[in-house]
């Protein structure tokens, strides 16, 4: 990452409350076409999360601990803050000094860092809905990025391109982060006729939202070179063993996917 930042775009975009199973059931039947020549033959990578719902699983993201391989480690991290004792942070981690996250690390490091919020943590309307978006140099969010719209993707990704390709960011480096909100309930509109959410209108959304990135990596590779990240912050139960929603530790709210790739013109 020592070679990344600096010289590339960096993008983290966060699918919000996508299932592991789902997101490698979609890959594996050819249903995401704008993101499977990006991940790696076998699809996505099977990780842990480091928290069971939005909040908590940001607050450490953005503290530089992204969801953990699915597999004994030690597993170097990609970016990291000052830290002693770390065990984690190697000769290939990023380390942003004298910073309490990795957003102010970006900025300190000549990047405009850019939130366009999705889930009610990033839609600024009380003190807990701005502490995330208030660590970006600018931040988004309208009702029609949230969860009840059906087009928040889209919308969300027009605003994405027309701020990366604005004047003001065209000599400039980005971290950019989408907290992508449409795969989390409500997701049934996505599937016709369903009736409530469940297992197969939450891939259903995936699918919208694969093709729904296109202009985005259209707009990153345009502008030369990105790093994109892209994972699940957590997944969500549908009735397993009795469980329903998140913030509980069950293995399908735990276990997400996650991919990295690099983009270029």
Avoid at 142 to 148: A, C, H, K, M, S
Avoid at 185 to 194: F, G, K
Avoid at 230 to 242: I, P, R
Wanted: proline letters at 6%; charged letters at 20%; glycine letters at 8%.
């Amino acid at each position: 990452m020592n070679a990344v930042v600096g010289r590339h775009d960096v993008v983290l975009l966060t699918l919000d409350t996508l299932r592991f199973d789902a997101a490698q059931r979609c890959f594996e039947r050819g249903e995401l076409p704008v993101l499977a020549p990006h991940l790696v033959p076998d699809g996505w990578e099977r990780r842990h999360t480091p928290g069971s719902f939005t909040y908590a699983a940001h607050a450490a993201f953005f503290a530089g601990f992204l969801p953990t391989p699915a597999r004994p480690g030690p597993h170097p991290r990609l970016f990291a803050l000052e830290f002693e004792g770390s065990e984690t942070t190697s000769t290939h981690t990023h380390v942003f000094r004298g910073c309490d996250n990795i957003v102010a690390g970006f900025s300190r490091s000549g990047y405009w860092t850019l939130c366009i919020g999705g889930v009610g943590f990033f839609n600024k309307r009380n003190p807990l809905g701005s502490q995330l978006p208030s660590l970006f140099d600018e931040s988004h969010w309208r009702l029609e990025f949230g969860v009840t719209a059906p087009d928040s993707i889209e919308n969300q990704v027009a605003l994405a391109c027309e701020r990366l390709r604005s004047e003001d960011l065209h000599d400039r480096r980005c971290f950019l982060f989408i907290n992508v909100s449409a795969v989390h309930q409500p997701n049934r509109h996505y599937l016709e006729d369903a009736e409530c959410d469940d297992f197969e209108s939450h891939c259903a959304a995936l699918r919208h939202v694969d093709a729904a990135l296109a202009p985005l990596l259209e707009t990153l590779s345009r502008r030369g070179r990105a790093f994109v990240i892209a994972c699940s912050d957590h997944g969500t139960a549908y009735g397993e063993d009795g469980y329903h929603g998140h913030r509980l530790a069950h293995e399908v709210v735990m276990t997400v996917p996650y991919a990295h790739f690099f983009l270029s013109p």
